[in-house]
């Protein structure tokens, strides 16, 4: 191993200790949002009998390894929680130092992969999404996608040439993609959601959820939402299925079943073509292709909600993790609209 080998494992070595240390403010994050206290005062304190941690209570993993678990004050069990969200912090955070490497976008994307951990977290422990950590998402979307064109503009105005307001410029820079990208995720959502309350009686999905797209949306653009949306359904399709089709087979709804068969079929069949042969290099073909697909999926998709007849089929697992999922995968894909 050379010297240069060394380096980066120092460096990336150091990026996961950043990711643990931040995943433990997570944590913080995480638990005071649900007891409604300031995430700055008080300082941490053993949630069961109240005493205030010492210094050496709080090294990320370390601390839980060396107190097996337990309180050092009353010695009941300390939350699994808090190291595997410290760990998965600390490997987000270098996969994502991986991609970007060193450079003040990498900054953002820390910030982006911080606040879906906590989006997700909340949803998974209490199928709570609250508002506050959603718009903070957005907010930090749109104001970051401001500053990158403010800087676009401020360099062409310093061109020969100029800076010049187009069809093109006014459709494409990055506060016009944000923006688009936050009201079509938000839309996409609100639609499918309130389609279940033509089909089965109850939304689809939670309100929290459109906030989550729309803050996706303002983050990675609108050309990436459509990706990072259907991402998201194949997730939630393959972590619901095995219980959906119990579910469904003791309801005799077969219809469901097997268009959703048919539907991911065509899909692997579609992606193959796409990637392996010059089947769609017609556009003809291509266009029905996808029209086919469009349609099936669709199909699917209604076959589905008229089987959902009670409000607990619809909330088995929440949506939540599955967009935030699809999300940090396109960002580690370098899909994002980060760059």
Same mark, same amino acid.
Request: aromatic share 14%.
């Given at each position: ?20 240390? *931040?995943?433990? #403010? ?15 005062m008080p300082p941490s304190k ?13 090294i990320p993993i370390l601390s ?19 190291? *595997? ?37 909340? +949803?998974?422990? /209490?199928?709570?999404? #609250? +508002? ?5 998402? @957005? ?19 310093n061109t020969i040439t100029g ?26 959502? /609100? ?17 929290? +959820? ?9 983050? !990675? ?9 259907? !991402?998201?359904?194949? @997730?939630?399709?393959?972590?619901? !299925? ?53 349609? *099936?999926?669709? #199909? ?12 607990? +089929?619809?909330?088995?697992?929440? #949506? ?20």
């Amino acid at each position: 191993m050379n010297s240069v080998d060394v380096f980066i494992l120092v460096i990336l070595a150091i990026v996961f200790c950043l990711g643990t240390i *931040i995943g433990s #403010f997570l944590n913080v994050v995480i638990l005071r949002a649900f007891s409604n206290e300031s995430i700055v005062m008080p300082p941490s304190k053993c949630p069961k009998c109240g005493n205030r941690l010492k210094w050496w209570h709080n090294i990320p993993i370390l601390s839980y390894i060396l107190l097996r678990g337990k309180c050092y004050f009353c010695h009941e069990k300390i939350s699994i929680q808090y190291p *595997i969200i410290e760990f998965i912090t600390g490997i987000l955070f270098v996969l994502t130092f991986i991609v970007y490497g060193l450079q003040w976008e990498t900054l953002y994307a820390f910030a982006v992969v911080a606040i879906l951990i906590v989006l997700a977290v909340t +949803d998974i422990k /209490e199928k709570i999404v #609250f +508002d506050k950590h959603t718009y903070f998402l @957005i907010a930090l979307g749109l104001i970051y996608n401001l500053v990158f064109t403010i800087i676009g503009v401020w360099a062409q105005i310093n061109t020969i040439t100029g800076f010049h307001i187009t069809s093109d410029w006014c459709l494409n820079n990055p506060m016009t993609v944000s923006v688009l990208g936050m009201t079509l995720g938000a839309v996409i959502m /609100e639609v499918a959601a309130r389609i279940g309350y033509l089909l089965a009686g109850n939304r689809a999905f939670g309100e929290g +959820d459109t906030y989550i797209a729309a803050g996706l949306g303002a983050v !990675f653009g609108w050309q990436n939402i459509i990706i990072i949306l259907f !991402f998201s359904l194949i @997730i939630q399709l393959v972590l619901t !299925f095995p219980i959906f089709v119990i579910n469904q087979i003791k309801k005799k709804n077969f219809l469901a079943i097997i268009s959703l068969i048919i539907f991911f079929c065509y899909s692997a069949g579609y992606c193959y073509a796409d990637k392996k042969t010059t089947l769609f290099q017609n556009p003809y073909i291509a266009i029905v292709a996808l029209l086919a697909l469009v349609l *099936i999926g669709i #199909f699917a998709c209604l076959s589905v909600l008229k089987g959902l007849k009670h409000k607990e +089929d619809l909330t088995v697992l929440p #949506f939540g993790p599955a967009l935030v999922v699809a999300g940090i995968i396109v960002l580690l894909a370098n899909f994002s609209y980060l760059a």
